[in-house]
């Protein structure tokens, strides 16, 4: 009895076409026919792109299908919004289905403001005035060995050319053509609240998830994003944008109170959600404004439950803004945890210091780098600020390991 | 990998209760360890594991050197995947048979793991066809059903259950996987963590290095002997090395003498 029950639960996973996680380097040719990804040398799988380019090499090339991407949210959720929209834009110049969940505002609204994307021209002239700055510096000596390949160009051709990672422009909204083909669900609160007040749930977490977990599995299974529905050729990508989760417009009180009444609430769903995600192929992002939840512990439960978790800190209204430590940023990025996916190693960048900024029209996530220090006598409040700062530079990646003590040289 | 074994004296190996604990870091390489290790002596197995697929496992121990669907389809691995379970839970059909699966506790409001207890006794009992050797109980982060809603006093329970049947009446062994920080706010998990320790036969505490990120030397292990367990008045053994993981294997070596310094 018991060794049947162990078997028939492995047979039924067999038997659902798991198509999570899948070693499928064997079938090389079938994994490039899903537009918009590309496998992951590291762990064979498939990754997409999150819409920002730097944040792909920060993440160790993109979002790998059938993880979750937590961005902890900055104070007035400013950028993390944009980091919502850019993961959904990527998804519709590839042309993914999308999935928009939102308490707050209403999911057309979202879609009628993504950045629209930089075309090859457009974007080619923007960096036209700094290429030519550069190419002069480069060294212009003919090639003697392999002289053959003079007259090809020097440097690769601009990003938007390649079909992974776009570039957006903040400054102007997408244009409704591209939306055309472009299939998206939406999870609006407050719509689904009054069209069905009577629900069953089948167990005790917050009403307001449970729905939204029965809307993702009836459109993962209904569009056979699993995998149940073998007639369909053309697999395709669900990418699904959860904003603000846990906040109380959820209907869960762990940002206002400092004993909410279900502590378990955000968790139980973060743990049904990874489970959905494994099993199909879509992956989702999801803002949680940590900064308003009081009990820690469930930040770092969440955490352990979610793959990719990443913090922005942005110096909107404190002291920061005016340092001239950071007078080119816009905030901090702090990356919390990225996933080892089938492997006992994962792609960690060698730079723990990042800072993201805004500039006319895009945004980047780059290194931080310190102006260096060249006041003659070196006041006593800068060096102290500086020393803040290297100190908070030298804790870095929380899933490596955060060092506490500031070494001081 | 194999490095680790040679602190093990294969002399008194069973009935022992490991405890795998990480702080600041992912301890899941000892996971994989003691399942290709396990399953290579020719234990049965029965794993627990709640936050990873199977596919993701099987990959891992596929570089290690063992295979899981052919240990599964031997019937030497009990296989139980939190993930796929919960959602068969919540969104299966009704008609299942009145057995209730073993993560009935996230949807009943009685916070007691016995059915999970139930699940890992009967697929540890030894039937007559069976001939591996002794049975082992492996559980992939225990801290992931504090999440889910058991009270910290159900998941030592649950503990407690299982040395029960496993280690003394089976004579099996039990590795178990939590997490914990030093300066958590978690109480509960601290409590789960804080008393594992006090009854475990041994522990390897893998922590990040105080310094910060290195390239080279990924962290910290602290391998736990609790000889003051067995009333011969003697301290613990603790013995500390660092070290590095690659894709196939984890180098270790004592502490200040990774290869990069060298």
Known sequence: MAAAAGPAVGGAARGRGATSFQRKAAAGSRLA????????????????????????????GGVAVGTLLLIEEDKYGLYSNLLFKY?????????????????????????KELPAPLLDDTYRNELGEEATAVKSEEFQDSMKIAW??????KMEASPTSTKFGHYYD?????????????????????EELSSQPKMKTCSNMNSAYARLLQSIQRIIYQEGFDGSDPQKKQKNILRIGIQSLGSVLWGDDICSSDTPEDIHSLTKFLYVLRGLLRKSLSACIVTVPTHLIQNKAIMERVTNLSDTVVGLESFIGSERETNPLYKDYHGLVHVHQIPRLNSLIC????????????????????RLHLPPDLSDTVSRASKQDLAESAKLLSSGCGAMAIGKKHLDF | LNTLILYKSRAALQGKFTLLRDTRTDGSFLVHHFLSFYLRAGCKVCFVALLQSFSHYNIIAQKLGVSLTAARERGQLVFLEGLKSCLDLLFGEESESGQPGPLQFISESASNLKALFDFVRTSLTPTDSDSWQGPVLLVDDLSVLLSLGAAPVAVLDFIHYCRVTVCSQLKGNIVVLVHSNEDSEDEENE????????????ILWVEGLATGFCKDVHGEIKIIKRVSLELTAEQDHVQIYQYKIQDKNVTFFARGLSAAVL
């Open chain 1, 148 to 153: 053959r390949y003079q007259n090809l160009p």
């Open chain 1, 347 to 366: 792609d960690v960048s060698d730079t723990k210091d990042l800072a993201f900024r805004l500039k006319r029209k895009l945004f980047t996530i780059e």
């Open chain 1, 170 to 190: 903040v400054s102007k909204t997408m244009s409704p053509e591209l939306f055309q083909s472009i299939k998206w669900h939406s999870f609006y609160l407050p």
């Open chain 2, 191 to 202: 409590l789960v963590v804080n008393s594992l320790c006090h009854h475990s036969d041994l």
């Open chain 1, 87 to 111: 993961f959904l834009a990527e998804g519709v110049v590839c042309g993914h289905d999308l999935f928009v969940a939102s308490a707050k505002e209403r999911p057309d609204n979202i879609l």
């Open chain 1, 33 to 60: 026919a899903v537009a918009g990804t590309r496998p992951s040398v590291r762990h064979g799988q498939l990754l997409l792109s999150s819409g920002l380019p730097s944040l792909d090499c920060v993440l160790g």
